[in-house]
Each structure stands twice: as C-alpha cells, then as structure tokens.
C-alpha cells in the first residue's frame, strides 16, 4: 500500500508503480516518469498542478482521461498527447497534436506551436505572426498549407534545422546561404549531394565506398569515428597516414591485407575497467526499410493489400529483442499492420482488421523481422497521397539493446488516398449500392395518387467544415420537400455527422389532370468552405410519376324513379353527370331510351371552360292510359370527343321505374360515397332527405347495405349525420376500397339494399330501388404516421429492440412495413461482412412475417459501430411514411438510456409537454467488469433550430430553466406556453455514474411545434336576424391566434344567398363600412341597396403571415324595423363537445326590444328537425343560460339550436348556433401482455394499436387507468 502522503521530493529513479494510487500526489514530479501508469487514476486531481511536467512523457498515454480538470493547467504541456483530448485546450499545445480537435478552438492563439502539426490545417492563420520563431521548427510540415497566408514572414530564421531531412535534396542550391550557421548540423540526406560537403559527416556511412580513394587525408582525424564500419574496406590506401591513430580501431575485423605501415596502438590503461566493454555494445544499431508507398484500399472479402516492412539488427542480441511499432502521421488510423495470410502471400489474413500499434519479438540470435503494412481506406479526403510515419521501438534484456540506449526511429510511409468527397444517393430501402457519380441517375416510380418519392443522401468522406446539401432541379413540380421529416429540402451537414445518411421526401400532388406520366429531376448541390466539397454535385434523382387519374363519368343515381298519371307525369326525378377531369376538347353526352313515353335531357356538353357536372332531367308518361301500372326503361348513353382520352368512353345505364303512385316526389336515391381523408370510414349522401328507416340515428349497417359485414368490418357502425346523409365508421377487417375504374370489383362500391329507404314525407309509399355507387378516393388522403422506438446507442452487451408498434393513419387496416439498413463504414473482417450479411437477412425475415418490432442480440451489432435502421409504412389508401433510427453499438457497458415514445415528437405550443426516459443500470453479462457505483446521475440540454444550424436555446430553455423542468432528472416537463410556435428543439439527456460521469450513454429526443391554426368567430350565432334600417355590428373580437403571436388582420366579406341556395357577391353594400377591424358596423338600408325578407352571408376571414381562418354566418334582414332581439352571448362554436355523461354546456343568451312600447314576452329554444328535444337541459323558456345535456348527445354529429324570442305584439326574430360532438378513436386494438402475473414483480406491457381518428383530431394521446373490482370506477 502507498503511504497516506507523499514524500516532498521525488525518488530520483522510479521503479514500479504501487498497485493503488497515493492518497494525494506527490509536490514535484519525477525527473522521469514510470515505466508503466498505475493501475488506476486517482479519483480526483491535485488542486494545484505541478510547476513543471516530468522531463520525460510515459511510453503510453492513459486511456482515459481524468474526471475532472486540475483548477488551472499546468505551465508546460505533455510531450504526448492522451488518447481523447480535454474539454478545453491548455495555453500552449502539446508537441504532437490530438488525434480530435477539442470542441472549441481558444479564442486567441497560442503562444507556441506545436511541434507536428494538427491532422488539418486550420481555416485561417493568425491574424499577426509570432515575434520571434518556435526554438524548433515542426518535425514534418503539415501535408497542405493553410487556406490564407500570413500577412507577413516570420521576422528571423529558426536557431536549429529540422531534426530530420528532407527525402531528397534540392537540384538547386539557395541562392544565398544563411548569415550564419546552425549552431549544430544534424543527420545527413537521404540521397548524397551533387558534390561533397567541404566537411565529412559526423557519423561514418553505415558500409565502406568499394573504391578507397586515391590518397590518404593529410593528417588523420583527431579521433577515430565514434562507431566503426562493420567492415573493412576491400583493399587498403595506397599510403598508410602518417601517424596512426592514437585511440582504438576503427574497424570491427582486421583488413585482408595489411597496412605497409603498422599501426600502433596507445598503451593499455592502468587500471581495468570493472565491467568488460564488449564489441557489439558499440555496434548495436538497426535499421527500418519502409515500403515506398501503400495505397489506401477497402475490405473486400479477400484480404488488404500489404506491403513488407524490414526491421535489421545491425548485430544478434543474446535475448530477445522486444520491437513497438506505432503508426502515425496526418490518419494514423489508415496505416495498419497485419498478419500475413501464408496461403495468399501479399495479402492480410481475412479475419484480421490490423493494428495502429503492434509488440514483435525478434528471438535471440535473429536479426531481421519482417511484418505486413497495409492502408485500410479511412474516408478522409487527404488528395492524392499523404504522409504516413511508423515508429520503431527496441528493449530487451540483452544490455547491447536495453531500454536505456533509446533505440527508437521513425521512417516516413507514403499513402496513397482512394477517398473521394462525393455525395452517394440511392432510393429508400434500395438492395443496390448508392450512386455517386454526377454523371449518373437514379429513377424512382409512384403513382400520382400517391407520389412520394424518397431517396437517402449521405457524403462519402469526412469534410473539413460544414457541408450545405442544396435541392436543385425541378423543385417546383412538388407539393412539398422534407429532410428527415422536417419540411424543407435544404439541410446541413455538420462534419460530425457526415456519414448519416439523410432522408429525402418528394411529394407530387395529385392534379386530377390527364397529363399523362411525367419525369421531374432533381439533384443535389454541395456549398462549403471545404474545397474538395464545395460545388460538387450528386447524381440526378428521377422522379417517374405515373399517371393514374382515368377518364370517367360518373353517374350520381343509377336507378330513378318517376311518377305517371292518367294525366301525365306527376313528379320527376334526375341525376348528375361528372367528369372525372378536365378535357381537352368538347365533351357531348348523348342520353337515348328505347321507351318514347320516357322524356329525358337529349344532349349535355362539357368544355374545357365548362366542365362542371350537368344534370339530366327525366319524367314519364303511362304506356297506355288504360293500363294504371308501372313499368321499367333503361336510359342509355354515348360519348363522343376530339378528345381520346374521353371519347367512346363508356357510362353506366340509368334504370328508370315508371310507377303509378299517390307520392308526389321519388324515393331518395345514393349519390355520392366518398371515403374520409382518415380512411376509416365513408360518407354517403342521398339526393333527398329520407325517413332514415325507423328514425333511429343509429342504424345496423346491414339493415341499410348489402355486404356490409364484408365491406365495412364485423364491428363497423352506420350513424345519420342529418337525414340525407349517413356516416360509416369501419371496424376491424373492412375490405371497401376506392373505385377503380380499370378493374372494378364489388368491394369498389356501396351496394344500397331495395325497398328499405323512403323520403321523409308522411305517407310516403315508395321506397328506394337497389342501387350502388362507387366509393370515390378521400380528397385529402392521409399518411400514416410512424416512428421506431429505439435507443440511441446500447452498451457491449446490450441487445437492441427496433419498436415501430402504435402507428395510425392505417384507416383501421393494418399497416404494410418494409425494413432496411443502411451502414456508413467499411467492414475490416471477414466476419464483418458475415455480421451485416446476416442481420440483412434478419430484416428480410421480419419483412416476411409483416413484423412491426425487431428483436435484435447484443452480437447481431458490431461494437464501435452504427447503423441506421429504416422502415416504410404503407396504408391501403397508398400513402406511404418513412422514418429511421440509428444505433450506436458501444465497445464497452454502459448504462441504457432512451425516450419514450417517437425520436420526433409533434407539439402545439398550448400543449403541456413531458419528455420521458427509461434508464437500466450497465449490463455486465458479457464481461468481467463491475461498477463501483450503482447511482446514477443525468445532464440535460437543449437546443433550437436556427436555419439550417442548431443553436442556443435560450431563453426559453436556457440552462436555468431546463435544470427547473428536469428537478425530476428521468423526466422534462414543459409547462404550456414554454415553447415557441414554429421551432424545432432538440433535447439530449446524459447518463452515467454519477461519481465520475465518464461513462455515460445520451439520448436525443427532437420536439417539432407546430403552428396551429387561427380560429376565427363571430358572436350571436350561424344564423341572425337584423333590421332594415337598424344599426348592426358583426362581431368578430373573439377571433383569435392559438399561438399567441401578434394582432390578427380582419377582412369581412358580403354575399346574397339568391332562392336556390347559389351565392352573389354583394361587397359593394359595404363600401361605406371599415372591413378591415374585428367588429363589422354597417346599416343595412333599402338606399344603400340592401333588400328586406333576404339573407345574407357575411363571411370573417383573420389572418398572421402565412396562416389564415374563416367563419360565415347567415344574416337575415328583416323588414321590421323594431322586432324584437335574440343575440347569443356567450358560447364557443368552434370546439368539438365529448359526449359525455352528466356533462352540460352553456349558452348564454339575451333577448331585447328597440321598442319600449313592446316588451319581451317569450323565449323559445328548439332542436333542429329530427334532432332530439331531449338535449335541452332545462325548459326551453327557461332564462339564460340553456344548458345542453352532452351526455344525449350522438358522436360525430352536428346539432343546429335556435332560440326564438317574441315580443308583445307577436313579431318574433330568432338566431341559431351549432354544436358540434366529437367522436372516439375506432378499429384499433388493445393488447395486454402478459394477462396475469405477479404484483411488483411482473412486467405488463399495455399496447394499443392500429386506432383511426378524423383527420383534425390527430395525434391521438392515450391515458391508462384501472378498476379495482367489478363495477369500480376507473383509476387513470
């Protein structure tokens, strides 16, 4: 154990270190530092770094660095750097750069440089050079110069040349020597000058020259050279030196022939040495012989190309010589060393992906060892070659090779670079390689109904700065671009994260248009300051949209039926005709009936002007007046056009009853059925009001339909929205799909039961004929809306769980999945590519079995890697969604961290916001390792999307604040109104150990808040009542901005409602009124041209910037000037009421005279026609406010309630509101898993799926709660 304090000074020589660390450090550190770390790093770091760092680096640096920082840095940096750099850099550099930048460069230079230079050049020099140069200049220049000169030279020469030479020598010599020498010369040049240096060199050449020269040097040297030849010259000088030397030969071995003078050796010494000094302790050296040049190549399957590196003793040691190898240089990470694969010489056996670092042994007695160098492509754009440097290392215990001769050399390698900086594009989920050829394209297929084209984009090689993708090409041919679900086409690539691969979204709008298929183009633009980025150019993305718009006519009623007396026709009855898009040229329908007592519309015609649906009108005539009884004819038609897309096409049959009948009108027939934009059901209308069977707004769907169980689902519901319209809710399996008029079937239409349905009219007798129609496509479809569930990295032996379960959008069918991956680094090992191959073959299998979540093993990831998993899903509307997710595989445990829910979570501002982790302690299983600790501690952050670049979040989610919203650290919770309306913010949560923090995991959760819509109102009801001459005020003051970002602008509009409901524009009447504020005063009078007894719709629209609302109520102009006042004061129309049980909502009312000679007799509140009286909450004379009972109230239903008010002579007015209920989520599914267990003990996982909504009341939330026995209430 070491002692509890240090000694004041230091040992003089270190030995090894104690198995534990020393309370607190020593005052001074060793004049050298021990041959090996201790085992562990203490725990915290001195309050006061030494004055002075050790003379000498540790032959390793740690492999972590500490905790926590010393207060302040200590006065002379390290000679190595540690393996990650600190937070924040030291005043002055190291003497070899790290291998990263530190996040954050200082704010002004540092006063030295470094000895080697960083990986990269930085982008800009200094704006003023050093007063005096570095002592030393760097060992090797940076391999490309700075983007900018310095604006003058540096004032002086460096004292000393370089430590070593260049490869080889100038052609041509300076033109001026320097005005005085270096103080010391170093080594010689790789390759000789062209002529001799005037002085000989310090050391003697590692051989002899074969030629001695001619004469001897006129006197020897003074001292013979430190080291001798290892032997002698083949022949001796022709003339022994004058004098020989005075100290010991020079040479190992004696000369074959002798000198013609002998030489004479000084006299022995007086006293022996006590240590012999052996020959081979002055001649032990080695030499490094490099390949010339590697060239950087990729895995392949069939071994890295290797070159031979030679180490040579210059003599046999009688131990094993230990040799390091260490490759270094600009990537240190590309040059590799290897074991040879003996059955393929020259190249790296298949199953190792080589070292930066390597310890050989060259046995005792050997002198030379060889060992494979190769370049394994490290995806950084360094040019044409780079320089690569590997440094030799020799210890042993034979003392001619010992530790202490510090026999180290490093030889330069030259790498040849294969990387490219491109941009790589490839369609979503494609089994093909990426394109990154601009000379190259890619063609993508999609229907129009549902045009989405997507296609990833990811850069090839790691950029020097950040990298600017910019969407050029026909982007105006789409209705929206998005990057990684987020709206705009644009996005940029920080060069942390060059290698994830973003996704592109292309959506084409359906234009119900015969245009045929079309190409659009696109293609991507690099800007960056890093050149080998900037203007470069992807491949061309092709868009191939296939036209599937089809020409058509539909028919609105395919069975009529009309009525025949003995004095001719009694009622008529008719149907539309619509075109399914606009054509080209003249459209002429031509109708005929083999029956001449039928009377029908001859002629329609359709113009590229005019190409509205036309009605055709059809009445008949008894056969024979003598026979009073009905019969059928068939109305037929034929098409005709210039256009050929149209012509000859062909149109359903109309069958027509004939029928001798007291009714007075027909029977309601189908006219439209039209899916809902959710997908989750139908609506269907009637061209009349109906008796809606028994009443009942609530029917059995097979009473009403034929295949009603198939079509619409074993649960599916029918509901009477109002009497001519009916809403159908889809259960589980439904099968209807929208008509296609290529290949129809019966599941493409609603097929209406006969003899069922009547009008609404009392005594009514006919009922409707059989008939169908075909179930059209929604209008405004909707996309699914998926996400993956997934951590953002797991830990060595964490497995992962790819949850793509709870998507909607699915219109109460299950989604279709279809998995990928996409990986962003070159496999090293052949079982690399086994481990890609086989979880490629994994998301095939879950692709096979419509899998919705994927299992995966701790040894399905490789460690250190990442892998981005996508997945697409496909309703059967067409509308496909596609998101991603990536996993980090750690190389070490870790604690597991993630958000619940989706990676992007969608928001309102007004929304309450919790963002919630699920953290497990590190899994250990697969190790030998244990934690020292089992608290946790958790660091929260938050960011705000500013243009393309995430930036400070404040103030908003300052770092105050964000610690206020997470004082529950496994949780952030937003208060409404936090956030802006519009942003993007990103927040990550950190978690470790919460003693030292230095293994953590993080998860990053992006929270998109939308802007809502504007909501505009105007007080007193949907329908008012004003008088003639009366001044009246519209008020619209309760229009507001969800968001709560700024004053709204107004502009009021005027219509007349003309007899058969058409609309006129009647602006003009309000040219002496301010349109342009929240409340319309106008006075409508017979001189300004407003009529009496006539509605009026007067519509509010409100806007802010981009986003705009309206509401139109109907006003009705009474030509009493002093009837009575009913005005609605208090009730919110634009909401959507639950039906709820015991739930009541208000209407606050007044009723007033402008007359006082009449007063206010009664008050009257009604329910529209075959709405239920039963609504109404209290009497319906009852004072202010009327309650409405929500609890009798239907889902999805829309009640009109009007209050009539009376006055003293009977002259009455009346004003109406509507109310409008929401319905329940439908078709989904709710699964418990497992049903029983054990308390505190068992896991249950609760999962609802597959649920369906209307279109505005997404995203659905979901609250779980229990019972605690029968009849309990429920507990959220």
């Known amino acids: ?69 010393t207060s302040s840095p200590t006065s002379w940096p390290t000679h190595r ?83 070593e030479p260049s490869l080889k020598p100038t052609r041509v010599p300076t033109p001026k020597p320097t005005p005085s020498p270096t103080a010391t010369p170093g080594d010689p040049t790789a390759a000789p000058v062209f002529s001799p240096t005037p002085r000989p060199s310090s050391q003697p050449s590692s051989k002899p020259t074969k030629v001695p020269t001619p004469a001897p040097s006129a006197r020897p040297t003074p001292l013979p050279t430190p080291r001798p030849t290892p032997s002698p010259s083949p022949e001796p000088s022709s003339k022994p030196t004058p004098a020989p030397t005075t100290a010991l030969p020079t040479t190992a071995l004696p000369s074959p022939a002798p000198t013609s003078v002998p030489t004479i050796s000084s006299p022995p010494s007086a006293v022996p040495t006590t240590a012999p000094t052996t020959i081979n302790y002055r001649l032990a050296d080695f030499s490094v012989a490099a390949p010339p040049e590697l060239a950087e190549a990729a895995f392949t399957g069939t071994g890295l190309k290797v070159e031979h590196l030679v180490v040579n003793l210059t003599v046999p040691a009688t131990k094993p010589v230990r040799l390091t190898l260490r490759g270094g240089g600009r990537t240190g990470s590309a040059l590799r060393f290897y074991d040879e694969d003996p059955d393929n010489p020259g190249y790296a056996l298949v199953s190792d992906r080589g070292r930066a670092f390597v310890t050989k042994i060259i046995p005792a007695g050997d002198t030379i060892l060889t060992l494979a160098a190769g370049a394994l492509r490290d995806r950084v754009d360094n040019g044409d070659s780079v320089a690569q440097s590997v440094t030799v290392f020799l210890s042993s215990t034979d003392p001619i090779y010992g530790r202490a001769r510090g026999f180290e050399k490093t030889v330069s390698v030259n790498v040849l670079d294969v990387d490219v900086s491109l941009i790589a594009v490839n369609k979503f989920l494609a089994t093909t390689d990426p394109v990154t050829s601009d000379a190259a394209a890619l063609t993508a297929k999609a229907k129009e109904n549902a045009a989405t084209f997507v296609f ?254 198939q079509q619409f689902g074993a649960d599916g519901t029918c509901s009477w929205t109002n009497s001519s319209a009916l809403r159908v809710t889809f259960g589980a399996g439904a099968q209807i799909v929208p008509f296609d008029y290529v290949a129809a079937t019966t599941l493409n239409s609603a097929w209406l039961k006969g003899g069922v349905l009547k009008n609404d009219l009392d005594g009514a007798t006919l009922t409707s004929a059989a008939q169908y129609a075909e179930a059209q496509k929604p209008l405004d479809p909707i996309l699914p809306a998926i996400s993956i569930t997934a951590p953002e990295s797991v830990g060595k032996c964490d497995g992962v769980v790819l949850d793509a379960r709870g998507a909607t959008g699915g219109g109460s069918r299950a989604l279709t999945y279809n998995w990928g991956m996409l990986t962003s680094w070159d496999a090293e090992t052949d079982a690399d590519m086994a481990s890609v191959a086989a979880l490629e073959a994994k998301l095939q299998q879950a692709d096979a079995a419509g899998a919705v979540t994927l299992d995966l093993g701790f040894d399905d990831l490789l460690e250190g890697r990442a892998y981005d998993f996508l997945i697409a899903a496909t309703n059967f509307l067409g509308g496909t969604t596609t998101v991603s997710a990536t996993v980090h595989k750690l190389a070490s445990p870790a604690p597991g961290v993630q958000f619940q829910g989706a990676a992007t979570q969608n928001m309102v501002r007004s929304d309450k916001k919790s963002l919630k982790l699920d953290v497990a302690l590190p899994n250990l299983t697969c190790t030998d390792m244990n934690v020292s600790s089992a608290t946790l501690g958790f660091a929260w952050r938050a960011w705000r999307l500013e243009g393309a670049e995430w930036g400070d979040a404040s103030p908003e989610l300052s770092r105050a604040a964000v610690a206020e919203y997470t004082a529950n650290p496994v949780s952030c919770r937003l208060p409404v109104d936090t956030l802006r309306a519009g942003a993007t913010y990103m927040f990550r949560a950190t978690v470790g150990f919460a003693d030292t923090m230095t293994i953590n995991t993080s998860a990053t ?208 007015s009346s004003t109406v509101v509507s109310l409008t209920t929401n319905g329940p989520p439908t078709s989904g599914t709710f699964a418990v898993a497992p049903y029983r267990g054990t308390a505190l003990e068992t896991e249950f996982e609760f999962l609802l799926d597959g649920w369906s909504d209307d279109v505005d009341d997404y995203p659905l939330t979901y609250t779980y709660g229990y019972r605690l026995g029968q009849g309990a209430g429920l507990t959220p």
């Open 1 to 69: 154990h070491p002692t509890p304090r240090p000694s004041p000074d230091p040992t003089p020589e270190p030995g090894d270190p104690t198995a534990a660390p020393v309370f607190a450090p020593t005052h001074k550190p060793t004049p050298r530092p021990s041959s090996r770390p201790t085992q562990s790093p203490t725990r915290w770091p001195t309050v006061h770094p030494s004055p002075g760092p050790t003379s000498r680096p540790t032959w390793v640096p740690w492999p972590r660095p500490s905790a926590k920082p």
């Open 456 to 709: 990833t984009a990811a850069l090839t090689s790691l950029p020097f700065s950040a990298v600017r993708l910019e969407v050029k090409g026909d982007v105006d041919a789409f209705a929206s671009i998005s990057v990684d679900g987020a709206d705009g086409g644009n996005r940029t690539v920080e060069p942390a994260d060059w290698a994830s691969a973003a996704t592109y979204e292309f959506r084409v709008a359906d234009d119900a248009v015969l245009s045929g298929d079309r190409n659009y183009s696109v293609w991507f633009v690099a800007r960056s300051d890093d050149a080998n980025y900037d203007s470069r150019r992807s491949a061309t993305m092709t868009c191939q949209v296939i036209e599937d718009d089809v020409a058509f006519a539909t028919v609105s009623g395919k069975a009529l039926t009309v009525g025949a007396g003995v004095d001719g026709p009694t009622f008529s009855d008719g149907y539309w005709i619509t075109l399914s898009a606009p054509p080209t040229a003249d459209v002429i329908v031509s109708l005929g009936c083999a029956d001449t007592n039928v009377f029908n519309t001859k002629r329609l015609l359709f113009t590229p002007d005019n190409w509205d649906r036309k009605y055709v009108a059809v009445n008949a005539s008894l056969a024979d007046p003598d026979v009073l009884e009905g019969r059928t004819a068939t109305l037929t038609h034929s098409v005709a056009s210039s256009d050929a897309f149209f012509d000859g096409l062909a149109v359903s049959d109309v069958e027509i009853a004939v029928e001798f009948s007291v009714d007075s009108v027909p029977p309601p027939k189908l006219e439209l059925v039209r899916f809902l934009d959710g997908g989750n059901g139908l609506d269907v209308l009637f061209d009349s009001p109906t008796n809606m069977i028994d009443g009942e707004w609530d029917i059995d769907c097979a009473t009403l339909f034929e295949y009603a169980a």
């Open 1005 to 1212: 959760a992006t929270v998109v808040v939308g802007a809502q819509d504007l909501v505009a109102s105007i007080l007193g009801g949907v329908e008012q009542a004003v008088a003639i001459g009366a001044t009246t005020e519209l008020d619209g003051s309760e229009s507001y901005d969800p968001d709560e970002e700024g004053a709204l602008a107004y502009a009021w509009t005027a219509a007349r409602v003309l007899d058969d409901g058409s609309r006129e524009d009647a602006n003009p009447l309000l040219a002496s009124a301010d349109t342009t504020q929240s409340v319309l005063a106008f006075t409508p009078t017979t001189a300004a041209g407003w009529a009496s007894d006539t509605s009026y719709e007067f519509t509010l629209t409100v806007s802010h910037g981009a986003r705009s609302a309206a509401y139109s109520v109907l006003v009705s102009v009474s030509s009493d000037q002093y009837m009575p006042r009913a005005t609605v004061t208090g009730f919110d129309e634009s909401v959507k009421y639950n039906p709820t049980e015991d739930t009541f909502a208000a209407i606050y009312f007044e009723a007033t005279s402008p007359d006082p000679g009449r007063t206010i007799e009664q008050t009257a509140w009604s329910v529209g026609a075959g709405q239920s009286a039963g609504l109404l909450g209290k009497p319906s004379g009852a004072p202010s406010p009327m309650l409405i009972d929500l609890g009798k109230t239907r889902p999805n239903a829309v009640y009109r309630l009007r209050l009539t008010v009376t006055d003293s002579i009977g002259s009455t």
């Open 81 to 163: 750097p540690t393996l990650r750099p600190s937070q924040w850099p030291t005043p002055r550099p190291s003497h070899a750069p790290t291998a990263q930048p530190s996040p954050k460069p200082t704010s002004s230079p540092t006063s030295w440089p470094s000895h080697r230079p960083t990986l990269r050049p930085s982008q800009w020099p200094t704006p003023r050079p050093s007063r005096a140069p570095t002592p030393r200049p760097t060992a090797r220049p940076s391999s490309a110069p700075s983007h900018a000169p310095k604006p003058a030279p540096t004032p002086l020469p460096t004292p000393r040349p370089s430590p």
